[in-house]
């Protein structure tokens, strides 16, 4: 069960304190990229996406483009989640129409490779965005948006490292899990380190909350499921609450369906963020804590807009009421959505 947290003045954070507000604070998953063309604007100017998210004042930028065209109530730091691979030594590219890229790791070798000591320096161009974007809102009359930090959850992370990218099943890690568990075991060990450290200096930077990406975790059976996305999780909010008491965790376990309850009931997240094919209400009578809902609308009635979006907006709306909720999408906005719907969407949430 999450436990309390201090009372803020930030919509966001209090619902993440438990607190029903309404409307609901809104914010959306992958809110600042390419469907914006001042995003694209920015984006030309550098010769890759690392350069692009490693580059501070353009980083800082792009995370607040989202926030000065609709004054969401939360902005997200512009990165990737691979960048933490990147920085502990194994190699990425992103390539047009492929996405990510990196060496698969697959052996022993590969593993006792990354570094795990020296890693931090080289994100320190992630955490100074960090401080510019809560600089920045300030200046700018924002200063009631709350700022958040993220990273990539251990499996999901071990699957682009383990595959050398992305897969519709990542066969390839799953069934290192199942052949080499203790090698799979060290891999998440490792990750899991690096993922506190790296939260933690993004927190102590300035974000106000984190959220623990598990895009890949609804491949698994419940039973890796509980060994592979709940305990490196559950380990992952417990240190963090050591470090930073107070600061909350969002966990968004990815097509975890009837799982959500365990994954909550047993990580101490105190939101968790729902997938476009979940039922609110099933989940609502599956929770007994007064942990905070985050979803789940379809990123495809956001690129439909009008009447579609305005029914499935709605009905988002009514399965949320009551409870802590945030308003925010099932996966991530995807580049061919107007910008204008966004707009729509936000006119919508705020009217409640």
Not at 24 to 51: S, T
Request: charged residues 20%.
């Amino acid at each position: 069960m999450s436990e309390s947290l201090p009372v803020s003045a930030k919509r966001l954070l209090r619902v993440l304190a438990g607190e029903t507000v309404w409307p609901p604070p809104l914010w959306l998953m992958r809110q600042a990229g390419r469907y914006l063309p001042e995003y694209r604007a920015v984006r030309a100017r550098v010769k890759d996406f690392i350069a692009l998210a490693t580059t501070p004042e353009l980083a800082a930028d792009v995370t607040l483009q989202p926030i000065r065209r609709y004054r969401l109530d939360a902005a997200i730091l512009f990165s990737d989640i691979l960048l933490l691979p990147w920085a502990m030594g194994q190699g990425l590219a992103y390539r047009a129409g492929e996405g990510p890229v990196l060496p698969p790791l697959r052996d022993a070798a590969g593993v006792a490779s990354l570094d795990t000591k020296g890693f931090l320096p080289r994100l320190e161009p992630v955490f100074t965005t960090v401080r510019r974007v809560r600089q920045m809102l300030v200046a700018e009359g924002l200063g009631d948006t709350s700022l958040i930090g993220f990273a990539g959850s251990p499996f999901t992370v071990a699957c682009y490292m383990v595959e050398g990218g992305s897969s519709r099943d990542f066969a390839a890690t799953r069934l290192m899990a199942f052949n080499q568990p203790a090698l799979f075991a060290r891999l998440l060990d490792v990750v899991s380190a690096a993922t506190v450290a790296y939260l933690s200096a993004q927190i102590a930077a300035g974000a106000e909350a984190v959220m623990l990406f598990d895009s890949w975790a609804g491949v698994l059976s419940p039973g890796q499921f509980h060994e592979h996305v709940i305990r490196p999780t559950r380990d992952i909010v417990a240190t963090l609450r050591q470090l930073h008491p107070g600061v909350p965790v969002i966990g968004f376990p990815r097509l975890a369906g009837m799982l959500i309850e365990e994954y909550v009931s047993a990580t101490g997240v105190n939101a968790v963020g729902m997938d476009t094919g979940m039922d609110i209400a099933l989940v609502r009578s599956l929770l007994r804590s007064n942990t905070a809902l985050q979803g789940n609308l379809d990123p495809m009635a956001l690129v439909a807009g009008g009447d579609a979006l305005r029914r499935e907006a709605s009905a988002v709306l009514d399965a949320l009421r009551g409870w802590p909720a945030v308003f925010n999408l099932g996966h991530g906005i995807v580049p061919q959505t107007p910008p204008a719907h966004v707009a729509q969407l936000a006119e919508q949430v705020r009217a409640g």
